[in-house]
């Protein structure tokens, strides 16, 4: 892990549902220096928490299947506030919804250095 330094005090919101990948995720983004905002299991979570402090979080690391229901709604509220976000997906696009498709993915399984490159790429990228 290269440079922890650009993502030190970073605010990660993850929503994920499968308990080891949630742990796997937090202990990750804590060896990169982020600040882990949750984990949420559900979908109905992670939306009334970035709904009422949208301040608190920098980005998303987003499940795309969560307890059996898309994270499209929470998506939409990242994308509303302009706050970047990756899915996180066992799936290859053709899971997503056609809007997202653009949005960067991290594939699962991943390696720590491949969240390390994504949350670097996403957190430089300029929001539209």
Partial sequence: MDQPNRLTGLRVLVLEDEALLSMLLEDVLGELGCSLVGPFGHNDEALAFLTANPAGVDLGILDVNVAGHRSD????????????FVFSTGY??????????GKPSL???????????I??????????
């Fill in 119 to 128: 949350l670097l790429e996403v957190s430089a990228r300029p929001q539209v």
């Fill in 92 to 101: 290859d696009d053709s899971a997503l919804d056609p809007r997202w498709r």
């Fill in 73 to 84: 709604g929470v998506a939409l509220e990242f994308d509303r506030l302009g706050l970047p």
């Fill in 107 to 117: 594939r699962k399984p991943f390696r720590p250095a491949d969240l390390e490159r």
